[in-house]
């Protein structure tokens, strides 16, 4: 028969198991989720104090994340942090097995029962444990702290992935606007000057065949309507060649909110349009709150919506909804324009190029940034454009301690 002290902590520890495991770990940051982690764990193990150590981190940022502990072992922990997260890392290869591989006693005076493993997965991270003076490793339940320490690994993996992403993501969209200015200024220098002298040629040529009118020399009737359907064909695509410019000219995205930087957007879509676009904000888009990438993104999104609005819909109207909530930042631009239909623009042709090329770049934008895009739009009926992408917290030291 089972010894019932037996049967009571093995289902002390498939409780205590289930609840490590319901513990979620993050795709967007780091530090909530591991103070949640170390809660769930102090619970589970009856209260005790518990933390994650950092041994790379200064002494006022190495215990990352913390349960039960009051100041005086917090401030012991992090002044003695090097030291406890090498000795929980001696002997074995508890790095490689995995947790539950090393839960032994740690060296501190000043906090006595001090128990601690090796997270894996992260350099120089340990968690460590405040038992009861006097209590074994052997005492503890091995297999929810080798989960935890799993998850807590697993959770730092993530956060230092995700800045590692949003950096080159940062990165890829800073070249794209470079290179989209490049072209900008190309066009302005290149073609762009070619037509203002084609257009000056034509203007030079009517006025000295009206010259000639006026001295009685018989011009072919077609002539001067055919110079100036010339003359418009020009002009209108030296309009569109000084728009293309004024979409293709970087903005400034570095410490700027993001409600200025698509006010920037609006406000020149209607320099050049002649559109009426109402902006209405709702959130506050502090800078360190939305990344570089997610700014690039909206402003592009929205540049291409405007354009698309003006160039295809002819709307003169266009309401554009910028808004912020727990989750992340909406974007909704709604416009009066003659509309389409938005599914069948969206449907992918066998052996055709792209239909829509402005939508499909809209969509993938957003889906880069694991966002969201919908067109919904008909005949007759105008075009809404939704964007949505999940917030974005700036890197913390949790992340830096884990690379």
């Known amino acids: 028969m089972e010894d019932p002290h037996h049967s009571a902590a093995r289902q002390r520890e498939t409780r205590a198991l289930e609840e490590v495991l319901r513990s979620p770990v993050p795709l967007l940051g780091s530090g909530v989720v591991l103070d949640e982690l170390m809660g769930t764990l102090s619970r589970a193990l009856d209260g005790a104090a518990v933390a994650l150590l950092s041994a790379g981190a200064p002494p006022e940022k190495a215990v990352l994340a913390s349960a039960g502990l009051d100041d005086a072992r917090a401030r012991a922990l992090a002044g003695g942090a090097r ?21 032994r006693p740690l060296p501190s005076p000043e906090v006595p029962g001090l128990l601690g493993t090796p997270v894996p997965g992260a350099r120089d991270v340990a968690l460590v444990i405040v038992a009861d003076p006097g209590a074994e490793a052997g005492d503890l339940p091995r297999l929810t ?146 990344s570089v990438t997610q700014r690039i993104t909206f402003y592009r999104i929205l540049q291409e919506a405007l354009n698309n609005a003006h160039r295809h819909g002819r709307a003169r109207l266009v309401r554009v909804a910028l808004t912020e909530s727990e989750a992340g930042i909406a974007l909704d631009v709604r416009d009066d324009g003659v509309g389409f239909d938005a599914e069948g623009a969206l449907r992918p042709r066998t052996g055709a190029p792209i239909a829509r090329f402005g939508l499909h770049g809209m969509r993938d934008r957003a889906s880069v940034l694991g966002g969201a895009f919908r067109v919904a739009s008909a005949p007759g009926e105008g075009t809404h454009v939704h964007v949505f992408l999940p917030r974005w917290r700036p890197p913390d030291q949790l992340t830096e301690a884990a690379a």
Do not use: C, K, W
């Open 83 to 103: 030291d406890l997260v090498r000795a929980a890392g001696d002997g074995d290869d508890a790095r490689a097995l995995g947790a539950a591989a090393g839960v």
């Open 145 to 290: 702290l080798g989960v935890a320490a799993e998850r807590a690994g697993a959770a730092l993996e993530l956060g230092r992935l995700r800045a590692d992403l949003d950096r080159a993501m940062a990165q890829i969209l800073e070249s794209d606007e470079r290179m989209l200015g490049r072209i900008g200024l190309d066009i302005h220098d290149g073609p762009t000057q070619h037509l203002s002298v084609a257009l000056l040629e034509l203007q030079l040529l009517e006025a000295d065949l009206d010259d000639a009118r006026t001295r009685g020399v018989d011009l072919p009737p077609a002539l001067m309507p055919a110079l100036e359907r010339i003359y418009e064909t020009l002009g209108g695509a030296l309009t569109e060649m000084r728009e293309l410019i004024g979409h293709l000219r970087p903005a400034q995205f570095e410490d700027r909110r993001l409600s200025d930087i698509l006010g920037d957007a609006v406000t020149g879509f209607e320099a050049r349009s002649g559109a009426r676009v109402e902006l209405d904000v709702h959130g506050e888009f502090p800078v360190n709150g939305v």
